[in-house]
């Protein structure tokens, strides 16, 4: 059933709502990473759905976005003299 419902989509369009495992990967951790950091504040809380607990894709990316690192102001670690 599940596998029927990514089906419906198309592939261009990817869905808005992500399972815990989805919202992981959508970021590139682990979900154990992911739980982490959805506990201490650098990934946003689920909402609810009646039993199902879903990540709102936006959301994620503007936590994405907001983590360190990647910005041409942050220190070039390669630039770095030690």
Same mark, same amino acid.
């Given at each position: 059933? %599940?596998? !029927?419902? $990514?089906?419906?989509?198309? =592939? #261009?369009?990817?869905?808005?709502?992500?399972? %815990?495992? !989805?919202? $992981?990967?959508?970021?590139? =951790? #682990?979900?154990?990473?992911?739980?982490?950091?959805?506990?201490?504040?650098?990934?946003?809380?689920?909402?609810?759905?009646?039993?199902?607990?879903?990540?709102?894709?936006?959301?994620?990316?503007?936590?994405?976005?907001?983590?360190?690192?990647g910005d041409p102001d942050d220190a070039d670690d390669?630039?770095?003299?030690?």
């Amino acid at each position: 059933m %599940r596998a !029927q419902r $990514a089906e419906v989509l198309p =592939v #261009s369009l990817p869905p808005r709502g992500l399972a %815990r495992e !989805q919202a $992981a990967a959508y970021i590139g =951790v #682990s979900a154990s990473l992911f739980d982490e950091m959805v506990g201490d504040g650098r990934m946003p809380k689920p909402k609810k759905a009646n039993a199902r607990t879903i990540w709102d894709r936006m959301a994620l990316d503007r936590a994405f976005t907001r983590l360190p690192g990647g910005d041409p102001d942050d220190a070039d670690d390669w630039s770095v003299e030690v």
